[in-house]
């Protein structure tokens, strides 16, 4: 799959979570997903956390980066590390999926 077509995947996913346009260039999504984080922080915090815990974003992950940049904006970080982790997820995917060119006489 090429970087293209992993990050339209990408984009689909967090537009439902984050309600956010469900196109554009990586660095336009890493701007929504900014604005869109920074909103949940201010407003509904719980779900954030809801969401981040789905994505499977640590809390310890999440600490850990803001220590390492105590003085920069915290949705920014955060945004980062959802986007890299919808990245990773797309890639495991790929990796772990079964081959389509199995000969019929092997397939289940």
Not at 66 to 80: E, V
Not at 83 to 93: A, E
Request: net charge negative.
């Amino acid at each position: 799959m090429k970087d293209a077509e992993i990050l339209m995947i990408v984009r689909k996913e967090l537009a439902i979570d984050f309600n956010i346009s469900a196109t554009g260039e990586e660095h336009k999504i890493l701007s929504e997903l900014n604005t869109a984080i920074n909103h949940l922080i201010q407003t509904d915090f719980s779900r954030l956390l809801s969401i981040l815990y789905r994505i499977d974003i640590s809390e310890d992950t999440i600490k850990g980066r803001l220590k390492m940049y105590p003085d920069t904006d915290a949705s920014l970080h955060i945004a980062r590390l959802v986007l890299q982790r919808q990245l990773q997820k797309i890639q495991i995917r790929q990796q772990s999926k079964p081959p389509e060119d199995i000969p019929d006489d092997e397939k289940w």
